[in-house]
């Protein structure tokens, strides 16, 4: 069993940064992929960005340039570097193992003045 915990949001100015953190703990479990997700209310959830366990990043397209995804192998941990934060970047945002049903409990992210 895995658990998976997102930190790191909360309410930030426009034209703000923050850095999320996805940190996976629990036993035998092995990380392919993982990946950032965001949700607001009444929307279906959408992919934000991934990284593989060998480096491998992809930002969705209309977030590039804004937003950075990392990881720590050793840590099984993944980040999410936002800058330049937009109002309609609201939302929770969740981490998830790529391939399975571990997902985390959300992080709100609020961008307001």
């Known amino acids: 069993q895995v658990q998976l915990v997102e930190s790191g949001g909360g309410l930030v100015e426009p034209g703000g940064s923050l850095t999320l953190s996805c940190a996976a703990s629990?036993?035998?479990?092995?990380?392919?992929?993982m990946g950032w997700y965001r949700q607001v209310p009444g929307k279906q959830r959408e992919l934000v960005a991934t990284i593989t366990n060998n480096g491998r990043t992809n930002v969705v397209d209309s977030l590039k340039g804004r937003f950075t995804i990392s990881g720590d192998n050793a840590k099984n941990t993944a980040y999410l570097r936002m800058s330049s934060l937009k109002p309609e970047d609201t939302a929770v945002y969740y981490c998830?193992?790529?391939?399975?049903?571990?997902w985390g409990q959300g992080t709100q992210v609020t961008v307001s003045s």
């Open positions: 629990g036993r035998n479990f092995k990380i392919g992929a």
């Open positions: 998830n193992i790529i391939g399975t049903a571990a």
